[in-house]
């Protein structure tokens, strides 16, 4: 079964650190874009990352540039994303979905990625 877990999420105080871990099975991550997207109440789904398959290029929403860094290690099946300076407007679920294919460059687009995991909540709140 293919399947995409999102772990790590919690409760932060702003200014806080966390990293959301994405661990797939039922495949390999080698040939898949990740990205990483978030959706608040009442809000839209939207992207604040990704990494490609291939040359590991990738790509942040403007609002979490120099806070998030995104990362993925093949030998584990797995995926991240370092959250730094957290401000309450960061929270959110958090998804992250693969795309199979082979790129440089990773497309910033939910309608692009094929396998979505269940989300993992994020608050920043003091």
């Known amino acids: 079964q293919v399947q995409l877990v999102e772990s790590g999420g919690g409760l932060v105080q702003p200014g806080g650190s966390l990293r959301l871990s994405c661990a797939a099975s039922g495949f390999t991550l080698d040939d898949y874009s990740i990205g990483w997207f978030r959706q608040a109440p009442g809000k839209e789904r939207e992207v604040i990352s990704c990494i490609s398959s291939r040359e590991e290029s990738t790509w942040y929403r403007d609002s979490v540039m120099g806070r998030f860094t995104i990362s993925r290690d093949n030998a584990k099946n797995m995926v991240y994303l370092q959250m730094s300076n957290l401000k309450p407007e960061d929270t959110a679920v958090y998804y992250c979905?693969?795309?199979?294919?082979?790129?440089?460059?990773?497309?910033?687009?939910?309608?692009?990625?094929?396998?979505w995991g269940q989300g993992t909540q994020v608050t920043v709140s003091s």
């Open positions: 979905a693969a795309r199979n294919k082979i790129e440089r460059l990773c497309p910033a687009g939910a309608t692009y990625y094929d396998v």
